[in-house]
Structures are given as structure tokens and as C-alpha cells.
């Protein structure tokens, strides 16, 4: 347990604690990398989902698609694009949106299709537009498993946010990648309980929302009904 | 392509490095997470907390993983069974949660036939529970064995050998098909390996064919 208490010296070190360098700033970068390939991934792929989810068409294609994601090696994806497009943000960052939308695809169109349709019909009998149906009604109503898929997504996000440095990135993956190459077990096992708990604080995040919102959906707020 | 014919040699023995890790962390998941499943759905209040913990452990980023777990288990970094409990302990995480979904959705009827036709709890679940809820098992295994695959290629940044090296080798020397390779070889070789357990189903719960056939 040396270890432990070595890289928590590492953590609170003030050389490690200030400066560009410092891991605040890498931890920052890597959530700011993070958030951005969801974000990203998001605007490519919820229009997309939609548009799967409400007219059904090119569902196999989709699903499909999520499945053979989850074979491709994010670590040959980083390094594909690292020799690509040269070193630096650029290169991870396609690498991280690609990764990310499967999973952002499935929750979205899963999301709208998951909507009784018998709610939907109602919608249309009322004289709601498609865009108004999709908009008012399957969004909405979709939305928890839409999170769902935003939550599995920024995990792997994070998680391999880390590979980043690897094609000279920032991020704690930096720290990582400093203490591997000079066997320096302290700020190795740092920059892993920083990943770590940055994951953890992101995975508590979402769940504190879903709570959020499955409260809110079975206790409707008393001013709304009539 | 010429790149793949001079070097035919070098990815398959990277493939059986890679195999010789996957293998063992694929089966040794599974073998882990049948008895915590099985306590899970007996146990009320304790599936929520292991269902729960098993995400947070899906939560923990490889690369770290990889890194602190020889520091706990003993191992040296660059040792392959560091490599194989990191991967068992992600395959396990994700396969509790499909294993318990799994024997929950066998249902009280079968459950409560057994045990009035005088079935023991061993025998019921050996028996009865554990076919019914096979083909949800092998589902979540399948999901199992193909994210192994994947992230066995992580190890190499350690030092390990796996079709992983192709990425950081072919990026240090700059070889595109040296990457694109290991990319195409990693897919294959999940895609193998499903295809395999997918036979093993066929073989092992012959009565999920014709529903299959029926259904599509």
C-alpha cells in the first residue's frame, strides 16, 4: 500500500498541482475533450436515431452498425487516425466520436421506439404534425433511454480519452504515459485514480439525473394537472 | 496488402498471443459471474448493490486498470495474467448484469414446477433454470467475448504482446497498413469468435433453432 500512499503524495504535490502541465489542467482537458465527442457525436447521431426511430427505416442497418462497433479497438483507432492527420487534438477526437455514436444511435432510435404506440396514434389523431409528434411526444417520452445511450457513450469516452496522449494529446493520459515510460509507479498509479475517479463522478452524474427524471415522471408536478 | 503478405507470420502469432489472453478471461468471467448472478436473483437486496457495483467496475478506464491492478494483485505489469484479471474482471462486470437479467426472466412457473416435482435447489438450477435462461446467457456472453477482443489490444501499450502491437508499433514506424492490419485483424478475430460461441449455442440448445427459423 506504499504505492497508494506515494501517489497520493503525488497528488497533492504543489509542483503537480500548478502550471499547464499540472493534472487540474489535464483533468480539465480531458473532460473538455470528453464532453466535446459527445457532444459531437450526439449532433450526428440523435437527428439520425430519430429519424430511424420514427419511420423505421434503415433499423437493421443501425443495429447492425452498434454491433460491429463494439469490435473495433479503440487504440487502433486512435493510432489509425494518429498517422493519419499527424499528432495533436484532431486525430483522438475522430476517434472518440466514432466511438461514441453507436451508442448515442441506439439510445436514440431505441428511445423513440420504445414510445407506446397507441400514445403516438392519440398524437396523430389530435391533428399533431410528424415533426410535433416526433418533437412533443417521442422525444420526450424517449428521453430516459436516450440518456442511456449518452451514458454508456461518454463512459467509453472518458475511458479511452485516455489513449489520447498517446498521438500527443493532452489529458490525464499524459501523466499515465509519463509515468510508464519512466517507471514511475507513484504518478502512474495517480493519473489512474484520477481517470478513475473522474469516471466514477461522471457515472454518478447520470445516475443522479435518470433518478431525477424517473421521480419527475412518476410524481407529475400537481400545478400541471387541470 | 504487401505489407500483410510479408508479415503473415508476425499477425498470426499475435492473434494466438491475443487468443491465449481472451480465452481465459471470456471463460473465467463467466464462470465468476453464474454463482453471483444466481445469488443476485435469490437475494433481493443484494442484486440492486451488485448489480450496481458491476457497472461502476465497467466505469474504471483499461489503461489504468491495467496499470494499478499488478500493484494489488502482486503481478508485474507486463505479465500476461495482469492482463487476463484486468479483462476478466470487465467481462465479469458486464456479464452479472446479463447473467441476472437471464435467470430473472426464467420466471416463477418453471421454478415452482421444479421444486414441487421434489427438485433440490442445485439440481433445479443446473437443470431447469440454467437452460431456460441459456439463451440469454450466451447473448451476454457473446457481448463479453467481442469487448474482450477489443480491449485485449490495450495491453500492448504495456508491452504485451497482442494484435494490439500492430497499432503501436505501425504508429511508431509510421506503417498505415501495419494498423489498418491490426484493425482488420482484431474485428476478425471477434467476429470468429462469436461466430464460434454462436455455433456453440446451436449445438448446446437445440431447441432455440426452430424458434429462430420461425422468427425471422
Known amino acids: 500500500m506504499n504505492f497508494v500512499r506515494d501517489a497520493l503524495a503525488w497528488i497533492v504535490d504543489p509542483t503537480n498541482l500548478h502550471g499547464p502541465e499540472s493534472w487540474p489542467m489535464h483533468l480539465l482537458q480531458h473532460l473538455g475533450y470528453s464532453l466535446l465527442a459527445v457532444a459531437i457525436a450526439s449532433a450526428i447521431a440523435v437527428p439520425l436515431g430519430y429519424f430511424v426511430g420514427h419511420t423505421g427505416r434503415g433499423r437493421n442497418l443501425a443495429v447492425g452498425l452498434s454491433g460491429a462497433a463494439r469490435a473495433l479497438p479503440s487504440l487502433g483507432l486512435v493510432t489509425l487516425f494518429g498517422l493519419w492527420i499527424g499528432v495533436g487534438l484532431g486525430a483522438p477526437m475522430i476517434a472518440l466520436v466514432l466511438l461514441a455514436v453507436p451508442s448515442v444511435l441506439a439510445g436514440a432510435y431505441s428511445g423513440i421506439e420504445a414510445v407506446n404506440p397507441a400514445t403516438v396514434d392519440a398524437a396523430r389523431a389530435q391533428g399533431m404534425t410528424e415533426w410535433q409528434v416526433l418533437a412533443q411526444v417521442e422525444a420526450p417520452l424517449g428521453f430516459p433511454l436516450l440518456l442511456g445511450g449518452l451514458r454508456s457513450a461518454m463512459l467509453q469516452v472518458v475511458s479511452t480519452a485516455t489513449l489520447a496522449a498517446y498521438v500527443g494529446a493532452g489529458g490525464l493520459g499524459r501523466d499515465l504515459f509519463l509515468g510508464l515510460k519512466t517507471q514511475d509507479y507513484p504518478q502512474m498509479l495517480a493519473a489512474s485514480l484520477l481517470v478513475l475517479t473522474l469516471a466514477v463522478a461522471l457515472e454518478l452524474a447520470f445516475e443522479l439525473t435518470e433518478r431525477l427524471l424517473q421521480h419527475r415522471q412518476t410524481t407529475p408536478d400537481p400545478r400541471e394537472i387541470p | ?216
Not at chain 2, 44 to 58: D, I, M, Q
Not at chain 2, 67 to 72: C, D, G, R, S, T
Open chain 2, 1 to 216: 496488402m504487401r505489407w500483410l503478405g510479408e508479415n503473415l507470420g508476425l499477425v498470426g502469432r499475435l492473434s494466438l498471443a491475443h487468443l491465449s489472453m481472451t480465452l481465459p478471461a471470456v471463460a473465467l468471467s463467466f464462470l465468476f459471474a453464474l454463482p453471483v448472478a444466481w445469488l443476485a436473483t435469490r437475494w433481493r437486496p443484494g442484486r440492486a448493490g451488485l448489480v450496481a457495483l458491476s457497472g461502476l467496475v465497467y466505469a474504471i478506464p483499461s489503461l489504468p486498470l491495467f496499470v494499478v491492478l499488478p500493484m494489488l494483485i502482486g503481478t508485474t505489469v507486463r505479465d500476461r495474467w495482469n492482463v487476463i484479471a484486468a479483462l476478466t474482471l470487465y467481462g465479469f462486470a458486464l456479464m452479472v448484469r446479463s447473467a441476472t437479467d437471464g435467470l430473472d426472466a426464467v420466471g416463477d412457473g418453471p421454478r415452482l414446477s421444479a421444486m414441487a416435482m421434489g427438485y433440490g435447489a442445485l439440481r433445479r438450477f443446473v437443470t431447469v433454470e440454467l437452460p431456460l435462461a441459456g439463451p440469454a446467457l450466451l447473448a451476454g456472453l457473446r457481448v463479453v467475448a467481442v469487448s474482450t477482443v477489443s480491449l485485449v489490444t490495450v495491453s500492448a501499450l504495456l508491452g504485451v504482446a497482442s494484435l494490439g502491437q500492430l497499432f503501436t508499433d505501425g504508429f511508431q514506424r509510421g506503417i498505415l497498413a501495419e494498423v489498418l492490419t491490426g484493425i482488420l485483424a482484431t474485428v476478425l478475430v471477434a467476429w470468429l469468435l462469436d461466430a464460434l460461441l454462436q455455433a456453440l449455442g446451436w449445438l448446446l440448445l437445440p431447441w432455440t433453432r426452430r424458434q429462430k427459423g420461425a422468427a425471422t
